[in-house]
């Protein structure tokens, strides 16, 4: 990585005065951004510009990072970024697909979601829901998220997160439990499993 020199501004050539931490950023972007593409089109069968977005993506990530001088490997760290980025978009992509080919199976299903009765009382869950989620401790509601809805496993958030995998499937259950309290305090006719 490079050093930052004596002052943490340096001059650009329009004499606007850039953090060094930006100017490596963009200088990592210009050394590693096609090469990155090409390692997740050859990965992963993305097309080039599918493959683009990702790697903007990892860099969108790693900017807080570089900025506070904790990437020792910089290189490495943005293979891991596009190669974890895109396991993320292949995920929400089979969740999509697998949606799409449930309401295809059934088309009577979909038919029947989109009934007045339907929508209020899922406009009321989803009220529920979100005043619960916003109620609890930002880690936790953080933590769950990225279980429940990026679908993420309790060892890969302990990862990302730099916890234990039992600290974040305690979050979870605990933020899980504070849902249903939540649905069960304001009618109780939500019993399913959320």
Known sequence: MATALASPMT???????VP?????????YREYQQELCRYAVSKFGLSYSEAEDLVQE??????PQLQQGDIEH?????????????????RKGQVRES???????????EQDSRSPERVAAGRQFLGLI????????????????M??????????IARREGLSATVVKKHVAKALAGCQEALRVNGGKYGGEI
């Not at 990892?58 to 900017?63: G, H, I, P, V």
């Not at 279980?147 to 890969?156: F, K």
């Open 20 to 28: 060094e931490s930006e100017r490596d950023l963009d200088f990592y």
């Open 130 to 145: 979100s005043r619960a989620l916003w109620n609890m401790p930002h880690k936790r509601r953080r933590l769950l998220l």
């Open 58 to 63: 990892a860099f969108a990530r790693m900017a």
């Open 147 to 156: 279980n429940r809805v990026d679908g993420l496993s309790y060892a890969e």
């Open 74 to 90: 910089v290189r490495a760290f943005l293979y891991r970024s596009v190669h974890n980025a895109t396991i993320d978009a292949l």
């Open 11 to 17: 001059p650009d050539s329009d004499d606007r005065r």
């Open 99 to 109: 949606y799409a080919q449930s309401v295809q199976d059934d088309p009577d299903r």
